[in-house]
């Protein structure tokens, strides 16, 4: 999926890959930032707790707000998204929640830049780099991961009914 924030004048990419194999999150990471272009933020979240494509896309959407508006809890913008998507202000939550980890199997990766071509290249490049396949099922709610993200966000039938009278899915 690849948008243009008209508003903010930036690209966003976001893809999904099931069956990953990285041993070496850390390592794995700062050879991504290495090699990354100039201008692109990446960030990767483990795609079991991620409520579609919309979820991180919105994470986006309140990032950047919080950096134009001078609210930003973190320093750079791939964090801030990383708390925004995870609905935690501390950033080792965050990560514990929904960063990649050596045993992170299906994960979503986030692209953010200023010009459509790097935007594109970076997600081809990182395809190549995980090993893993492009498959954006693995953003798709199912019943097993709805419930696992209710509980991992400790989301009531309340507050669920509270939000909306629509189905779970367009509420998550």
Do not use: C
């Not at 794995?28 to 201008?39: A, H, R, V």
């Not at 994470?59 to 973190?74: D, E, G, H, R």
């Amino acid at each position: 999926m690849l948008k243009y924030i008209e508003e903010f004048g930036k690209y966003v990419a976001i893809e999904g890959f099931k069956n990953a194999k990285i041993k070496d999150v850390k390592k794995f990471l700062e050879e991504i930032q290495k090699e990354k272009p100039s201008n692109v933020k990446i960030q990767f979240f483990d795609a079991e707790f991620v409520a579609t494509w919309r979820h991180l896309y919105f994470a986006v959407l309140n990032a950047l707000t919080a950096f134009k508006n001078k609210y930003n809890i973190s320093k750079s913008f791939e964090m801030e998204a990383m708390l925004y998507a995870s609905a935690q202000r501390q950033i080792r939550k965050a990560m514990g929640l929904l960063g990649i980890k050596p045993n992170t199997i299906n994960m979503a990766v986030l692209v953010v830049g200023d010009k459509k071509e790097k935007v594109k290249a970076t997600i081809s490049a990182i395809s190549k780099r995980i090993n893993a396949q492009a498959d954006d099922k693995v953003l798709e709610l199912s019943k097993q991961k709805i419930a696992i993200i209710r509980k991992t966000f400790e989301i009531s039938d309340t507050e669920l009914e509270a939000i909306t009278k629509e189905e779970i899915e367009k509420t998550l």
